[in-house]
Each structure stands twice: as C-alpha cells, then as structure tokens.
C-alpha cells in the first residue's frame, strides 16, 4: 500500500465526473472512471487528456479560478467525442492524439484496434496502422527536428517494444522486455522503458536495451516535449515518489506523487500532472508539492 504523501494534496469537495462540466442527456448514463491508463498536458490550450476504460477525457483547466485555500484548479470534464473504446495507451503531438486499446462493447472492430488517430477535439477518431495486431499498453511520441515524429509503444500481447518513425505506416518490432511504461527523451534519441529489471534505455528504437546504472526503480516515466524551454524526464517509483532528470542518467528525487496515480506527463512549460482514479493533478516544481485540478 502507498504511504500518503508527504507534500500535502489539497481537498476539495469531490466532483463528480457526471457533474463536472459535461453534457449529457437524461438517456445516456453519467461519465464514470474506472481505469485510468493514461494522460496528457496540452499547455498550449489548457487541457489535459485522460486515457479511461471508457474512453478518453478532456479537462479543461482555468488556473484563473485556482483555489489558495484548498490548492485547487479548477477543471471542467467532458468526453472527447463519441468513442468509448478502452484506451490502453494515449500520445498526444500537437493537435493530434495517438490511441491503442479495445473498441467499445458491441463495436464490429477487433479486439486489439492497432494505433488509432484523433483530433483534440473528438471531433474525428480513425484507425491509422496496425489494427488487429496490437495492443499497446503504454505509447510515448515525440517530434524530430527535419524528420517525422517518433512513436512507440509496448505490445501487451508480446511485450516487444513496438517503434515508427513515418507517420505510422512502417514499424520496427524490437526487444520483448514487459515494459509498463515508455518515453523518449526530448529528442527522441533515447527511448526509455521502466521494466521490473528497473529503468532500461535504448539508443535503436527500441531493438536492444540496456540497464541505466543507478537509476531509481521507476514504474513510469515521461519527457517534456521537443521545443520546451524546461525539458526533463520525470518517473514515479515503485514506492511512489516523484523523480526527475535532465540526461536520464542522474535523477532527483521529489516528493510523493498523489495516492493511486496511475499515469504521469510533463508539459511543454514543465509543470507535471499525475492521474489515477482519485482525480488529475498538478504539480510546478517537479513533484515536491501538488494542486487538485479535479477530483473523480
């Protein structure tokens, strides 16, 4: 069991994902959160993106209306689209969102739908590569300066490291380690896997690697995207506390991450959100202390 956190999260009164700022009508059933798999800060527009059981969620957040007495954000939930697959892995580069999972209950598509894109408004989710042959539990994406974006992921029926570098289309299948969690770093030179061997580090697309001497014993792991003026790696360990590093070779260690996160992402101004089936979280110094955005 996780020890509560030493830098003190801050309560608010609990929001109901069915009340917190979605619409929907009297027939279709409240929003719920049972899994979370994944999750993503989008600066840019003020939203962070959760990878659900039932789809994915999109937050928007209005730090203008932050609470100083409970460290509260505040953050309106509603579905992004219509699509309410078990989104097992989630990407986000832009204004384009790279999903992997199962289709909803009753859905004509495989069990195992590949690599699926979406726009960051729901607006258009469509099968992209690999569909009925993979299933990745974890995805992480970065852009490349003059070249196509990187992307990768592990495939939870295999456990091989799974990695394109075209948009998509051609994938190099790599080592089998059982990762739970994958990133690149912020030039998508190095691609980093947190295994129960601890944090391994590959330098060809995932075709072999290797263990990182002295790095904390990880269980996830993101990187700040290309282009950000504060880019560093952060991992939380398998005891729950925040790690941060600017080379993926010496790491800091922080505070405690919230009770049950499930899922880490750092943002392009380098502050951090933390997941889980509690709520979504932010923290602007690296993980020493945390702000509720909202609460499931």
Same mark, same amino acid.
Do not use: K
């Given at each position: 069991m996780?020890?509560?956190? !030493?830098?003190?999260?801050?309560? $608010?009164?609990?929001?109901?994902?069915?009340?917190?700022?979605?619409?929907?009508?009297? &027939?279709?059933?409240p929003?719920?959160?049972t899994?979370?798999? +994944?999750?993503?800060?989008?600066?840019?527009?003020?939203?962070?993106?959760?990878?659900?059981?039932?789809?994915?969620?999109?937050?928007?957040? =209005?730090?203008?209306?932050? =609470?100083?007495a409970?460290?509260?954000?505040?953050?309106? $939930?509603e579905?992004?689209g219509?699509? /309410?697959?078990?989104? @097992?892995? @989630?990407?986000r580069?832009? =204004?384009?969102?790279?999903? &992997?999972g199962?289709?909803?209950?009753?859905?004509?598509?495989?069990?195992?739908?590949?690599?699926?894109? +979406? %726009?960051?408004?729901?607006?258009?989710?469509?099968?992209?590569?690999?569909?009925?042959?993979? %299933?990745?539990?974890? @995805?992480?994406?970065?852009?490349?300066?003059?070249a196509?974006?990187?992307?990768a992921?592990?495939?939870?029926?295999?456990?091989?490291?799974?990695?394109?570098?075209?948009?998509?289309? /051609?994938w /190099?299948?790599? !080592?089998?380690? &059982?990762?739970?969690?994958? &990133?690149? =770093?912020?030039?998508?030179?190095? #691609?980093?896997? *947190?295994?129960?061997?601890?944090l391994?580090v590959?330098? %060809?697309?995932?075709?072999?690697?290797?263990?990182?001497?002295?790095?904390?014993?990880?269980?996830?792991?993101?990187?700040?995207?290309?282009?950000?003026?504060?880019?560093?790696?952060?991992?939380?360990?398998?005891?729950?506390?925040?790690?941060?590093? *600017?080379?993926?070779?010496?790491?800091?260690?922080?505070? #405690?991450?919230?009770?049950?996160?499930?899922?880490?992402?750092?943002?392009?101004?380098?502050?951090?959100? !933390?997941?889980?089936?509690?709520?979504?979280?932010?923290?602007?110094?690296?993980?020493? *202390?945390?702000?509720?955005?909202?609460?499931f």
């Open positions: 996780r020890r509560a956190g !030493a830098a003190t999260v801050g309560t $608010v009164a609990a929001l109901s994902v069915a009340l917190a700022g979605c619409t929907s009508s009297a &027939s279709e059933p929003l719920a959160v899994h979370v798999h +994944a999750v993503d800060l989008d600066d840019e527009r003020g939203a962070v993106y959760v990878a659900t059981h039932e789809g994915i969620l999109r937050i928007t957040v =209005d730090t203008s209306a932050a =609470d100083a409970t460290s509260s954000e505040v953050g309106s $939930v579905r992004l219509e699509w /309410t697959g078990d989104v @097992m892995g @989630m990407a580069l832009g =204004d384009t969102i790279y999903l &992997s199962h289709p909803a209950p009753g859905a004509s598509s495989p069990a195992n739908i590949g690599v699926y894109q +979406a %726009d960051v408004l729901g607006q258009e989710i469509v099968p992209l590569s690999l569909e009925g042959e993979v %299933d990745f539990h974890s @995805m992480t994406i970065t852009d490349v300066s003059g196509s974006p990187a992307l992921g592990i495939d939870s029926a295999s456990g091989r490291v799974i990695a394109n570098r075209d948009g998509g289309e /051609t /190099t299948v790599g !080592a089998a380690i &059982s990762a739970r969690s994958l &990133s690149w =770093d912020v030039d998508a030179q190095r #691609l980093f896997a *947190t295994t129960e061997q601890g391994q590959s330098t %060809d697309d995932g075709v072999t690697f290797s263990l990182v001497d002295g790095a904390p014993r990880l269980l996830l792991i993101s990187s700040a995207s290309a282009g950000s003026p504060d880019a560093y790696l952060a991992g939380v360990d398998v005891e729950g506390y925040v790690h941060t590093s *600017t080379d993926g070779v010496t790491w800091n260690s922080g505070g #405690l991450a919230p009770a049950l996160t499930a899922a880490v992402s750092v943002g392009s101004e380098g502050s951090l959100v !933390a997941a889980g089936t509690q709520g979504v979280y932010r923290s602007n110094d690296r993980g020493a *202390t945390w702000v509720v955005i909202v609460e």
